[in-house]
């Protein structure tokens, strides 16, 4: 179906043009004037804001194997209401993505389920290289190496391995930064105690030296290479600083969960909020909003990584490390920005324009004719309520979301992918119209 939207708020890569738009094909044929022989469907947006659809380069929709916690129709349709059209997924899957034949079994199980468009990493183990050397650049989004945080074959922490994959890859290289040594150390020191005893016990089980000393390392070794090589959530303030001098094929993440809670929230959340890497401390936190908004880290990701709520009530040792992101996504960053005085062109900068440059997507990301129309009509001034743990409003299959019960500033109204209009007024439209993201 063609569409035309009245009277919209365009933010287009130059800025802000008011007027109306035209899709057709599944493309932007206009954005701004639209000529008198269109046709289509009017949608009259009055005013809203049109975004180009964020671009989420850090999920786990958990698929094949984890489907207790999450599919990729659950997940990504709780990503679509947040405002996010394109989603690449990790590869901690039951089986490990770490095959070319796997990862081709993925991509084909995806076909017609998937709510924004799709891209799946491949894992590295300490033994793959040769699978990692053939995979194709136009279809593959990148290489995800865990330096710490997995278990069996992603683990990887020979060095040598790592600097083999970063030279010999063909795709973009990112890192699970933190080092296992120091992870395993501050483990045993702090074995059987519990949140009642220390209150801040998941960020001293899994401390900052482990982030920054490997950081440090793979800034090192980041120069023998030319692959580009992205780390992802970073969490602190060192680490903003030893990326400041950064080669100019590194790039960095930060996720919301980072910029909107610290360690000293543990005490109200405890599991709810443990993660990996750790909540940091309120100066990290401050590191990584000043990091993000000097440009040091480049893009916004949010490493939507569901559980399920009884997973989650488990002893501090059981539960499991993962905070589910998705569901709300826009009005949650304008809402955590707007306190900073972050405009919305900025979240479009970190979650969308710069990924769908670092990515190369093809013609795919910012507003811009003849790309494809992944976009989102949201509305500033409006409020989106996040239900409490439960409530079948929750579009995440694991139904619950950290920021239950708060009351967010702005509202996603609408969503098109590839030009079909899928989601509307809380509900969601046609068949799931995700495709598989190529790149340049
Ligand atoms: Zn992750």
Same mark, same amino acid.
């Given at each position: 179906?063609?569409?035309?939207?009245?009277?919209?708020? *365009?933010?287009?890569?130059?800025?802000?043009?008011?007027?109306?738009?035209?899709?057709?094909?599944?493309?932007?044929?206009?954005?701004?004037?639209?000529?008198?022989?269109?046709?289509?469907?009017?949608?009259?947006?009055?005013?809203?804001?049109?975004?180009?659809?964020?671009?989420?380069?850090?999920?786990?929709?958990?698929?094949?194997?984890?489907?207790?916690?999450?599919?990729?129709?659950?997940?990504?349709?709780?990503?679509?209401?947040?405002?996010? $059209?394109?989603?690449?997924?990790? /590869?901690?899957?039951?089986?490990?993505?770490?095959?070319?034949?796997?990862?081709?079994?993925?991509?084909?199980?995806?076909?017609?389920?998937?709510?924004?468009?799709?891209?799946?990493?491949?894992?590295?183990?300490?033994?793959?290289?040769?699978?990692?050397?053939?995979?194709?650049?136009?279809? !593959?989004?990148?290489?995800?190496?865990?330096?710490? &945080?997995? $278990?069996?074959?992603?683990? !990887?922490?020979?060095?040598?391995?790592?600097?083999?994959?970063?030279?010999?890859?063909?795709?973009?290289?990112?890192?699970?930064?933190?080092?296992?040594?120091?992870?395993?150390?501050?483990?045993?020191?702090?074995?059987?105690?519990?949140?009642?005893?220390?209150?801040?016990?998941?960020?001293?089980?899994?401390? /900052?030296?482990?982030?920054?000393?490997?950081?440090?390392?793979?800034?090192? *070794?980041?120069?023998?290479?030319?692959?580009?090589?992205?780390?992802?959530?970073?969490?602190?303030?060192?680490?903003?600083?030893? %990326?400041?001098?950064?080669?100019?094929?590194?790039?960095?993440?930060?996720?919301?969960?980072?910029? $909107? +809670?610290?360690?000293?929230?543990?005490?109200?959340?405890?599991?709810?909020?443990?993660?990996?890497?750790?909540?940091?401390?309120?100066?990290?936190?401050?590191?990584? +909003?000043?990091?993000?908004?000097?440009?040091?880290?480049?893009?916004?990701?949010?490493?939507?990584?569901?559980?399920?709520?009884?997973?989650? =009530?488990?002893?501090?040792?059981?539960?499991?490390?993962? !905070? /589910?992101?998705?569901?709300?996504?826009?009005?949650?960053? +304008?809402?955590?920005?707007?306190?900073?005085?972050?405009?919305?062109?900025?979240?479009?900068?970190?979650?969308?324009?710069?990924?769908?440059?670092?990515?190369?997507?093809?013609?795919?990301?910012?507003?811009?004719?003849?790309?494809?129309?992944?976009? !989102?009509?949201?509305?500033? =001034?409006?409020?989106?309520?996040?239900? *409490?743990?439960?409530?079948?409003?929750?579009? &995440?299959?694991?139904? +619950?979301? /950290?920021?239950?019960?708060?009351? %967010?500033?702005?509202?996603?109204?609408?969503?098109?992918?590839?030009?079909?209009? &899928?989601?509307?007024?809380?509900?969601?439209?046609?068949?799931?119209?995700?495709?598989?993201?190529?790149?340049?």
């Amino acid at each position: 179906m063609n569409w035309i939207l009245r009277e919209v708020r *365009i933010l287009t890569p130059q800025g802000e043009v008011e007027g109306d738009v035209w899709i057709q094909g599944g493309r932007w044929v206009a954005l701004g004037r639209v000529p008198d022989r269109a046709t289509g469907q009017t949608f009259l947006a009055k005013g809203a804001y049109l975004l180009p659809g964020l671009v989420d380069t850090h999920v786990h929709f958990r698929e094949p194997g984890l489907t207790h916690k999450g599919t990729f129709y659950t997940e990504s349709r709780a990503a679509l209401a947040g405002g996010v $059209t394109t989603a690449f997924d990790m /590869p901690n899957t039951t089986p490990p993505i770490t095959t070319r034949a796997r990862w081709e079994e993925k991509m084909h199980r995806l076909e017609g389920r998937s709510w924004t468009n799709f891209g799946c990493y491949v894992g590295a183990t300490s033994t793959n290289l040769a699978e990692l050397r053939g995979l194709d650049p136009r279809q !593959v989004p990148g290489v995800k190496v865990f330096l710490a &945080s997995s $278990t069996g074959d992603l683990l !990887v922490t020979d060095e040598t391995v790592v600097r083999r994959i970063l030279r010999e890859s063909p795709v973009r290289v990112l890192f699970h930064s933190e080092r296992e040594a120091l992870i395993q150390a501050a483990r045993q020191r702090w074995e059987g105690r519990n949140w009642e005893e220390v209150p801040d016990l998941h960020t001293r089980a899994r401390p /900052p030296e482990a982030c920054i000393e490997s950081t440090r390392w793979l800034l090192s *070794i980041a120069k023998e290479s030319s692959v580009p090589l992205h780390i992802l959530h970073v969490t602190t303030a060192e680490e903003v600083a030893l %990326l400041q001098s950064r080669p100019a094929h590194v790039s960095a993440e930060t996720c919301p969960v980072y910029l $909107t +809670w610290t360690a000293a929230d543990f005490p109200a959340y405890r599991n709810l909020l443990k993660c990996n890497p750790a909540l940091k401390f309120a100066a990290d936190q401050e590191a990584l +909003w000043k990091g993000l908004l000097e440009g040091t880290l480049e893009v916004v990701g949010t490493d939507h990584a569901p559980h399920l709520w009884p997973e989650k =009530e488990q002893p501090y040792p059981l539960a499991p490390s993962g !905070v /589910p992101s998705h569901g709300y996504l826009l009005p949650w960053l +304008w809402t955590i920005g707007r306190a900073r005085g972050v405009p919305l062109s900025f979240w479009v900068e970190k979650a969308c324009h710069t990924p769908a440059r670092l990515w190369r997507l093809r013609d795919r990301g910012p507003l811009v004719e003849g790309y494809w129309a992944d976009g !989102v009509l949201f509305d500033p =001034e409006g409020k989106t309520v996040v239900p *409490i743990q439960g409530d079948p409003r929750h579009f &995440s299959k694991c139904r +619950w979301h /950290p920021l239950g019960g708060r009351v %967010l500033q702005g509202q996603v109204r609408a969503v098109w992918v590839n030009g079909s209009l &899928s989601y509307y007024g809380g509900a969601f439209y046609g068949a799931p119209a995700g495709q598989a993201v190529e790149m340049d």
